[in-house]
């Protein structure tokens, strides 16, 4: 009897929620779940069925991070699927001046736990659960792969802030993030033998909970939205995007705001929930936009500044070729793309209405300079492919761990 394909397991923990992956070496969908809400009233873990059937939902009684992962860890190491498992990957959203995915070394993990006061919000988990998956399997490499990276290869105009200049030196700069998803889409891109995607321009528009673009030329990202944090660019669900930096000194003033209340509203209370005072869910919007302004003026609002990025990248590309929707707006919301489209006509994309309200895979007419695809992103796979780049899994998979 055959030995199993070598698998990898892919990690994907955020400030609530931990996303989880296990892919055999021919990419083929294992196991995979998530479990959200940690923290928050209502925690539970779907498990995704692989053959497509309805996915099982279990409700958690875990008040905390540790006790999620703690958790998830026993879980997994009771499913089959778990004893064949030879490497572990780790979406790491900050990289600071990485530039690519590496295997997680003690020097490494050092390295990771000076960098967290630029990622307050996720790198202290994250590390949580690389050091938890360490201390349970020690011989289990781990590799991590930053959401940074992708955007490394920005010119440095693109990445200066008009700050006093010393910043820079303690690391200061725009950054960029989605980067797991960025890259995935223009494998796909490359996959689909969109010509763009080595030789061209392309804008990827990553579009869900959080939301940022990406300019993209020949295959290599010269602009992105999101700055020195995932708060700026454009207008999130939660999170404000770019705001008048005047706002800090005028809150501080008039509504004696701390820093750390202004983090909080900026990034929990803002965007789309803040706006609307209804939902930060662009479904609950689009349902009662009819009838309830605010949520009118939150969806408008965020199709009104997801224009205004395509036009300004489109500008720093020197024309456009490609762009990509993605994420649970991108990928869901033909309204959403119809409105973010109309009007840039000038730039070469005119949409297929039919092909639009199906969400296609190709959704502009055969006339339009410019291709409009819809592309479900996969940061899990993303993260697998790199694990098996980084250690070479045909050499892990003779090695008994």
Same mark, same amino acid.
């Given at each position: 009897?055959?030995?199993?394909?070598? @698998?990898?397991?892919?990690?994907?923990?955020?400030?609530?929620?931990?996303?989880?992956?296990?892919?055999?070496?021919?990419?083929?969908?294992?196991?995979?779940?998530?479990?959200?809400?940690?923290?928050?009233?209502?925690?539970?873990?779907?498990?995704?069925?692989?053959?497509?059937?309805?996915?099982?939902?279990?409700?958690?009684?875990? +008040?905390?991070?540790?006790?999620?992962?703690?958790?998830?860890?026993?879980?997994?190491?009771?499913?089959?699927?778990?004893?064949?498992?030879?490497?572990?990957?780790?979406?790491?959203?900050?990289?600071?001046?990485? #530039?690519?995915?590496?295997? =997680? #070394?003690?020097?490494?993990?050092?390295?990771?736990?000076?960098?967290?006061?630029?990622?307050?919000?996720?790198?202290?988990?994250?590390?949580? &659960?690389?050091?938890?998956?360490?201390?349970?399997?020690?011989?289990?490499?781990?590799?991590?792969?930053?959401?940074?990276?992708?955007?490394?290869? $920005?010119?440095?105009?693109?990445?200066?802030?008009?700050?006093?200049?010393?910043?820079?030196?303690?690391?200061?700069?725009?950054?960029?993030?989605?980067?797991? @998803?960025?890259?995935?889409?223009?494998?796909?891109?490359?996959?689909?033998?969109?010509?763009?995607?080595?030789?061209?321009?392309?804008?990827?528009?990553? !579009?869900?909970?959080?939301?940022?673009?990406?300019?993209?030329?020949?295959?290599? @990202?010269?602009? #992105?939205?999101?700055?020195?944090?995932?708060?700026?660019?454009?207008?999130?669900? #939660?999170?404000?995007?770019? !705001?008048?930096?005047?706002?800090?000194?005028?809150?501080?003033?008039?509504?004696? $705001?701390?820093?750390?209340?202004?983090?909080?509203?900026?990034?929990?209370?803002?965007?789309?929930?803040? %706006? @609307?005072?209804?939902?930060?869910? $662009?479904?609950?919007?689009?349902?009662?936009? *009819?009838? *309830?302004?605010?949520?009118?003026?939150? %969806?408008? !609002?965020?199709?009104?500044?997801?224009?205004?990025?395509?036009?300004?990248?489109?500008?720093? !590309?020197?024309?456009?070729?490609? &762009?990509?929707?993605? +994420?649970?707006? +991108?990928?869901?919301?033909?309204?959403?793309?119809?409105?973010?489209?109309?009007?840039?006509?000038?730039?070469?994309?005119?949409?297929?209405?039919?092909?639009?309200?199906?969400?296609?895979?190709?959704?502009?007419? *055969?006339?339009?300079?410019?291709?409009?695809?819809? =592309?479900?992103?996969? /940061? /899990?796979?993303?993260?697998?492919?790199?694990?098996?780049?980084?250690?070479?899994?045909?050499?892990?998979?003779?090695?008994?761990?």
């Amino acid at each position: 009897m055959k030995s199993a394909l070598p @698998s990898v397991l892919a990690i994907n923990g955020g400030s609530s929620s931990i996303r989880f992956a296990v892919y055999d070496g021919k990419e083929t969908l294992q196991l995979a779940g998530k479990i959200e809400r940690i923290g928050l009233p209502g925690t539970k873990l779907t498990v995704q069925d692989p053959a497509g059937k309805s996915p099982t939902i279990r409700r958690l009684a875990v +008040g905390s991070f540790n006790t999620a992962v703690d958790f998830l860890l026993n879980w997994l190491e009771s499913q089959p699927a778990f004893s064949s498992i030879k490497a572990v990957g780790h979406r790491v959203v900050h990289g600071l001046n990485h #530039t690519k995915p590496e295997q =997680i #070394t003690p020097k490494l993990l050092s390295k990771l736990r000076r960098l967290t006061l630029y990622d307050p919000d996720h790198l202290p988990l994250e590390l949580g &659960l690389i050091e938890e998956f360490g201390r349970r399997h020690p011989k289990l490499p781990q590799v991590a792969c930053f959401d940074t990276a992708f955007h490394c290869t $920005m010119p440095r105009v693109a990445k200066l802030l008009p700050i006093p200049r010393r910043f820079a030196a303690k690391g200061i700069q725009r950054y960029g993030f989605h980067g797991l @998803s960025y890259a995935y889409l223009m494998e796909e891109l490359r996959r689909l033998n969109d010509p763009a995607a080595t030789k061209g321009r392309v804008i990827l528009a990553h !579009l869900g909970n959080g939301a940022s673009l990406a300019a993209v030329r020949d295959g290599q @990202s010269i602009d #992105t939205s999101m700055g020195f944090t995932p708060t700026g660019g454009l207008v999130m669900s #939660t999170r404000t995007g770019d !705001l008048d930096p005047g706002l800090v000194y005028f809150l501080a003033r008039t509504e004696r $705001m701390s820093a750390t209340q202004f983090q909080k509203m900026a990034n929990q209370e803002s965007g789309l929930r803040g %706006v @609307s005072g209804i939902s930060s869910d $662009m479904r609950d919007l689009l349902a009662r936009e *009819d009838r *309830d302004v605010r949520a009118a003026e939150a %969806v408008a !609002l965020f199709c009104y500044q997801a224009k205004k990025w395509i036009g300004s990248f489109a500008a720093a !590309l020197g024309g456009l070729d490609t &762009l990509v929707f993605a +994420g649970g707006i +991108g990928e869901n919301a033909p309204l959403v793309r119809e409105r973010i489209c109309a009007g840039l006509d000038f730039l070469g994309i005119e949409l297929n209405a039919k092909r639009n309200a199906k969400n296609a895979s190709l959704i502009s007419t *055969d006339i339009g300079r410019v291709k409009v695809r819809v =592309i479900r992103t996969d /940061e /899990e796979l993303m993260i697998a492919r790199f694990v098996v780049r980084v250690l070479n899994l045909e050499s892990i998979r003779k090695t008994k761990l």
